[in-house]
Structure formats: structure tokens, C-alpha cells
């Protein structure tokens, strides 16, 4: 008897084939879905404004618009009134969206609050098809809302008085940019989620989520009033950057909420606080530690050999990808620098000394001596910044802020070459402290952008919270170990050093 | 059917549960005992692979923990201590879906949801909203979804703690019966009474260590010594504790009664008989006093208070 009712019990199996794995871990996390999606319909709060925002405000919209249109037609304004039109659409679009934010809150925080996850989480499935069946529950009442309050809102508009004609992929555009709203206010109330354990808190927390929302909502509400392409077959240029945009940070967040939604993760911590001692206990002994199990740096000489190294170790990949978008950012500003439009008028002048003197300007060639203050100050912040900004950009900022210098450089010295000057001195002026420097700011770019990244993907068997502390642990440790005294060598070479080296090659006085 | 070794959990630099060793056969029961706050919930959930242990490991029903969750997640029936059930769904509902979950076919999920509703008493509540439900009928639900699937191994935590003493005692019933088709129980309780009725084996916890386990004889032996015999007289009697002095050493006596440890029942009792009656006192009653496993887990934890607490340990 035993053996017979075991059998008929999930056992997780792992069945061959992407595809068949795909639809397994689909029917298990719709079976989530569908259990919360008829607890939300269940839910008067939910139900109201859904049917509100689908049938009655459409037709509120379509009536303004049609005012709309008349009014300033009057006034010999058409093309103000035919924009009003896909506008209102993308607002009748928004609207039911915005309550995925209050849905996605409720079933990620508020079960965690009322404690219904544990038994979920004693069950086989996996945090991933909890994951999915969750986001799909957040998403698609809120969704068949808005395409439903867009249809009824376009039908009225199309087959009504007024007529009107719409732009094919501009409504392509629009339902395109209301769908990956969605997805961003619900992945982004996930991570939003795993931050608190009271729907309170997690409320005000959403702010972060809807403040920029709405303010995106107004950028796209003037694009498309604005946009010279607004009436182009192929949509409006701007609005799909803005998709792509989004695409992106979808992507990230996803990401990120499916490392942070695990069991450990929801069920690690029961009440809403920030052990700021014990995090700063943590971080200060990952500093220190020089082997895994924690054992403290006894000497400098250790401390480098067990410890820095091993945080160099881990930022390596961090490390090939910094200096690959380096390679291109130069590239890119070599190239830049061919564009006519581009060059600078020093090219034409032809004399020596006047380049330089030119390009003195430009580099920011510091002969003085409080230049080797500036100069590590300067790099210093810039590298302090970039990984401020990386932290709360999944890395992002650590490849765009510090690269900028090459594009720069890249641009430079395309100038140099159209100028037809010898360029010994140009790499005379970068390479002679840029022997140290370039590779400092590489290992401070990676180490950034490898704090900044650790929350999308935590090392095995850590938690978030965990990787991140010692992702912060290894950064402090390269900066203070490897990127500190780097720069500091490098701002003496180029305050004491470069400048003399330039005048060498420029072979003047 | 779950083997622990030395399992132990750190919520940031609390240790919770720390190195706790395990063995539980197939178709026997654990009780797992100890204070508020001593690590067996945490332990639960380790073992339901909801958290991670920071060392140590652990196999349920074959399938290794860290290596193959959702293996040992289908194979275990949980009762969580917080039942969190949608206050929204119905029973019927309800089980339905966690009947799903577990990939059990709708006839099957609906014969064992109805079955498993009846022998707790459930039936004419199958209708109605889980909100409604009092504390022990959500208490009984749970278990009744702890069960759905048949899982060779149940862990539950605090089974009966809100229950009235018949529902109570249905669930001791549904476990025995359980336990006899060979499935492995692991209990957490303060209900000592019920752990001595239902455990074959007693582990208590303290401080995230396991500080005594064994069989309930072996422990009342260890902790609280050889069984205490009592006799009682009709009538009071003066220096009997004298008379038999050389026999037995009197560990309490009374007007009309004496208690004594013995480890040789057999050969002492009917020689102290034949000595008071010989005496010309009439006996009333000559019977062990039970040992209670309050008597047993009182002492252990006494007795751990001696030792000092692990230096580590903060919070
Ligand atoms: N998520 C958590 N974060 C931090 N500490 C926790 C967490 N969960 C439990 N603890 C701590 O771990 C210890 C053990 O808790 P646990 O819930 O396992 O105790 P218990 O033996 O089940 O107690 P009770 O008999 O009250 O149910 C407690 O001191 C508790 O404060
Ligand atoms: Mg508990």
C-alpha cells in the first residue's frame, strides 16, 4: 500500500529534454497562477477597479478625446487633437497596470506576512516555478484589464463618430510598452518584496518603483506629442528605445528576483530590521580573511598573498569584460574622431608647439605640483562614484562612467594622427603613468561592476544579503590593497614624471 | 528514513541549531522536545530543505537535502507551525490545490481529501471559508494537507497544540495507524504526555544542541534512576522504614507508605512482602510509581543547566 500511494506523489523528477522541462515547470507554476489569480478575482478590492478602469474609463477617455479633437480643431490645432488620441490609449492602458503593483505586493509580501508561504514552500516545487506562477498571478489580471480597456477604448474610436484611422505600429508600441511596465513594476516590487516582511513597509518602499514610472509615463506622454517621427509606419524611434530600455532592466530585475526568491532568502528573516553591526561585523572579517574559514591576515604579506589575491581572483570575469568595453570605448572615440563633424580645428594648424600646447589643454597635462593631489583626487573620485552608482545599478554605471575617459582618449588620439604629427608624444603623455594606472582603473571598473552585479547572481550557496557583503568585503579590500596605492603612484608619475617625458618626445623645452 | 549529522544553523551570528545528529528508522516516532526557542522548528525546516543548514547534512527518505530538495519535499508531509492557510479558498478548494501541487490525479485528490476531512471530523466544514474555521479546525485541516499525498515521512511541528482532547486523540490515532504501514514520524511537542504515548524514541533539545535521546525507559534510567516501588499498609505503622532497612534503602516513606529503587524487582518485592507480612502488616498495594516522561525531561534540563552555555552563543 505504501509503495502504491508514493507513487502517485510529485517526486520532481528531472525529465529529458528542454522542452519538456520548460512545460513542466510551466504547469507547475500555472498552478500557482491560476490559485491566485481566482484569489484576486475573489477580492472586491481588485475586482472593482478592474472593471472600472476596463469598461467605464475607456469610454471617459474616448469622450475627452472626441471633446478634445473638436475643441482644437476650432482652433486649426488638428495635430494636437489627432496625438491626444494614441496618448489617451496609453493612459487607458497604464491605469489597470498600476494595480499589478498593488497585486505583486499582496502575493509576495502579504503571504509572506500572513505566513501562508511556508507550507508552500514545503512542497516539491521549485523556487523558479514559484517564481514564475507568482509573476504571472501579478500580471495578468492587471493585464487582460488594460488590453481590454485599450480595445474598448480604440473600438469606440475607430468605429464611433470619430473615425479615426490609427498608425498600426504605433499601437503595436503602445501595447508593447504597457506590457513591460507591467513586467517592470512586478519583478521590481519583488525585489521591492524580499526587502520587508509587512505589506506597510513594502508599500512605502513601492514608491521607488512608482515615482519613476510615472515620471517615464510623462517622458513618453511629451515623446509622443512631440516626436517629429510621431506619424512614421515604423513607430516612433524614441518610444523604442525606451522599449529596449525597459527590456533591459526587466531582464535585470528578473534576475535578481529570482536569486532573491528562494526559500532561504524569505524564510532566513522574520521581522523588518537592519542588523547594520553585525552586517559591518561581517563585512570587516571578510576583509580581513585570508582562507574560507575565516581565519584574520596575521601580516601584511599575508593579507595580500591569501586575501587580495583571492578578491582578484573573483573579480576576474568582472575584469575581461571591463577591458573589453575599454578596447571598444576607445575604438569608439577613434572613430568619432574620423567623423568630419567631429574634428577639432587644432588639426589644421600644422605647428608643432601649438598642438601641444592645444592638446596640453585638452589632457589636462598638470606640470604644476598640486597637480599630483588634483590628479588623485580626480581619478579617485571618479572610480568612488562609479562604484557608488554601480551598486544600485547592477553594475551598469562602473561600464559606463569610467569608460567615458577612453572614448575620450580614443578621440584624442585620432585628432593627433589626422594631424599628422607624430604621436610618440601622445603616448608618451597617456602610457608613461598609464603603465599603472590603466590597469588600476580596470581592476577598479571590475570590482565595481562585480559588486554591483553579485545580487543578480549569487555564488552558490549564498544568500543575497551574504554575497553582497562579501562582494563588499572583496571591493574595500582591492581598493584599499591594489586601487589606493595604484593611483597614488600613478598621480606621482604623472604629476612628476609624464610631463617631463612629453617634452622629451615633443623634443622642445 | 531521515538521517541527520550534525546539522547546524547561524541566522546572522545566532547560532540556532548546532550540530544536531539525528536517526529516525522507517515506521518509528521522533519526539523531539525542548524549550521555546531551543531549534526545533528551525530543525523542521532544515530537514524540509526550506532552510539551509551553514554545515552538516542530512538524508529524508534516501534523498540527500542540499543535493535533491524537491525530492525530499515530495516525499514529506509537513505540519508548519504557522498553518497559513488562504483565509479566502475553501476547504474543498484548498486541498484541491495543494492536491495538484503534489501532482496527484483529481479523483485521487479528491477520494483522499474527502477521506482524510472524515476521520478528523471535517466533513460538513468542506464548505466552508478557511477563515471561518476555528483554531483547532485549521490545525486539523493542515495536518489533513501534511497527509494529501501519502508522504512515507511526516514531520510535524506541534500537531496537536490547539486541539480539544478528542481531536487530540484522533490525531494520536491517525498516527499510530500511520506508524504501523511504516511511516516515519518526526513530532515536535510540549506535550509530554502525548510524546511518552507516541514516541519510540525521545530526543530534547536545548540551546540548538541535542542534550538527551534515547528510548523513554532508557532516559527515565539515565536521568531519573532505577524504578521507585511503593507500599502501602492498611493501617499506620511505626519503624517499618527500620525493619527493612537491611532490604531496601527507603528513599521517601509516610504513616502508611514507604518508597524504594529498585534494581531487581523480581527477587527484592516478594522478599519485602514476605518480610512485612511476617511483620503482621497488612499490605494494601505494592506497585511501581510510574515515571513520567515530565519527571525525565524536568531532569535533563536541570541537569544541562549546570553545564555552562557554548561561549559562542550571543544574539
Ligand atoms: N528567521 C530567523 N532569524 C533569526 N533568528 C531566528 C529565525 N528563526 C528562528 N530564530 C531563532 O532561532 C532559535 C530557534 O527557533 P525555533 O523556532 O527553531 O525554536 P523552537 O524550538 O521551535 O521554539 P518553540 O517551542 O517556541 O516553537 C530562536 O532563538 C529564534 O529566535
Ligand atoms: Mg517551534
Known sequence: ?509 | MIEAYELTKVFDDFLAVDRVSLSIPAGSVLALLGPNGAGKTTTVRMLTCILAPNSGRATVAGYDIIEQPERVRAQVGVLTEQHGLYERMKAVEYLDFFGRVYRLEAAERRRRALNLMERFGLTNALDKRLGEYSKGMKQKLALVRAMLHNPPVLLLDEPTSAMDPHSAKLVRDAIIELQRDERTFLITTHNLTEAQQLADKIAIIRSGRIIASGAFEELARQFVGDPVMELRTAAPFNGLVKDVSDLVTVESSGDDWIRYRTTDPYSINPALLRRVTGLGVDVVTLAPVSQTLEDVYLQVVKEDEGVPANGERGG
Open chain 1, 1 to 509: 500500500m505504501a509503495s502504491a500511494a508514493v507513487k502517485t506523489v510529485n517526486t520532481g523528477t528531472i525529465r529529458p529534454g528542454v522542452w519538456a522541462q520548460f512545460r513542466w515547470t510551466m504547469s507547475n507554476a500555472l498552478i500557482i497562477t491560476r490559485r491566485e489569480v481566482r484569489d484576486s478575482f475573489r477580492d472586491w478590492r481588485i475586482i472593482a477597479p478592474i472593471v472600472i478602469l476596463t469598461f467605464l474609463f475607456p469610454f471617459l477617455a474616448q469622450f475627452v478625446a472626441g471633446q478634445f479633437v473638436n475643441y482644437v480643431t476650432g482652433f486649426g490645432a488638428e495635430l494636437i487633437g489627432e496625438r491626444t488620441i494614441p496618448f489617451l490609449l496609453m493612459v487607458v492602458g497604464f491605469f489597470p497596470i498600476s494595480i499589478s503593483l498593488v497585486i505583486a505586493l499582496e502575493t509576495f509580501v502579504g503571504e509572506k506576512e500572513r505566513r501562508s508561504l511556508e507550507p508552500l514552500l514545503s512542497t516539491p516545487l521549485t523556487n523558479t516555478e514559484l517564481y514564475i506562477g507568482k509573476t504571472l498571478a501579478a500580471m495578468i489580471p492587471p493585464l487582460v484589464s488594460s488590453f481590454g480597456g485599450m480595445a474598448v477604448y480604440m473600438g469606440s474610436l475607430v468605429f464611433g463618430e470619430l473615425g479615426w484611422r490609427p498608425q498600426p505600429m504605433l499601437i503595436v508600441q503602445i501595447v508593447t510598452l504597457t506590457t513591460v511596465q507591467a513586467l517592470v513594476m512586478v519583478t521590481g516590487a519583488v525585489v521591492v518584496s524580499s526587502q520587508t516582511t509587512s505589506t506597510r513597509a513594502a508599500n512605502l518602499l513601492a514608491s521607488f518603483i512608482i515615482i519613476p514610472m510615472t515620471l517615464l509615463i510623462q517622458g513618453e506622454s511629451a515623446i509622443m506629442f512631440l516626436a517629429p517621427d510621431a506619424e512614421s509606419s515604423t513607430g516612433i524611434g524614441a518610444l523604442w528605445a525606451i522599449i529596449l530600455g525597459m527590456v533591459v532592466v526587466v531582464t535585470l530585475l528578473l534576475r535578481v528576483g529570482n536569486s532573491i526568491f528562494n526559500r532561504e532568502e524569505l524564510l532566513g528573516r522574520t521581522i523588518d530590521q537592519l542588523n547594520l553591526k553585525s552586517a559591518v561585523r561581517r563585512i570587516w572579517r571578510h576583509m580581513r580573511m585570508v582562507d574560507a574559514t575565516g581565519r584574520p591576515a596575521r601580516s601584511l604579506v599575508e593579507w595580500y598573498r591569501g586575501g587580495v589575491f583571492a578578491s582578484l581572483g573573483r573579480v576576474k570575469t568582472a575584469a575581461w569584460i571591463t577591458i573589453a568595453v575599454f578596447l571598444l570605448a576607445l575604438a569608439a572615440g577613434f572613430a568619432l574622431g574620423q567623423t568630419p563633424e567631429w574634428r577639432l580645428t587644432l588639426v589644421a594648424t600644422g605647428s608643432l608647439s601649438e598642438t601641444a600646447t592645444n592638446l596640453g589643454q585638452y589632457m589636462n597635462i598638470s606640470t604644476q605640483l598640486g597637480g599630483f593631489r588634483f590628479i588623485l583626487w580626480q581619478n579617485a573620485r571618479i572610480l568612488l562614484a562609479a562604484t557608488l552608482l554601480a551598486m544600485f545599478s547592477f553594475g551598469v554605471a562602473a561600464l559606463v562612467l569610467t569608460p567615458a575617459v577612453y572614448v575620450v582618449l580614443g578621440y584624442l588620439f585620432s585628432q593627433v594622427l589626422l594631424s599628422g604629427v607624430n604621436p610618440t608624444f601622445m603616448f608618451a603623455g597617456v602610457l608613461t603613468h598609464g603603465i599603472v594606472e590603466i590597469p588600476v582603473i580596470v581592476i577598479a571598473t571590475a570590482a565595481a561592476l562585480y559588486l554591483g552585479a553579485v545580487v543578480t547572481k549569487p555564488p552558490k550557496g549564498m544568500t543575497v544579503g551574504q554575497a553582497w557583503t562579501a562582494a563588499l568585503g572583496d571591493t574595500i579590500r582591492i581598493g584599499i590593497g591594489v586601487v589606493l596605492p595604484g593611483l597614488v603612484l600613478a598621480a606621482a608619475i604623472e604629476a612628476y614624471i609624464t610631463p617631463r617625458v612629453v617634452l622629451l618626445a615633443l623634443g622642445g623645452g
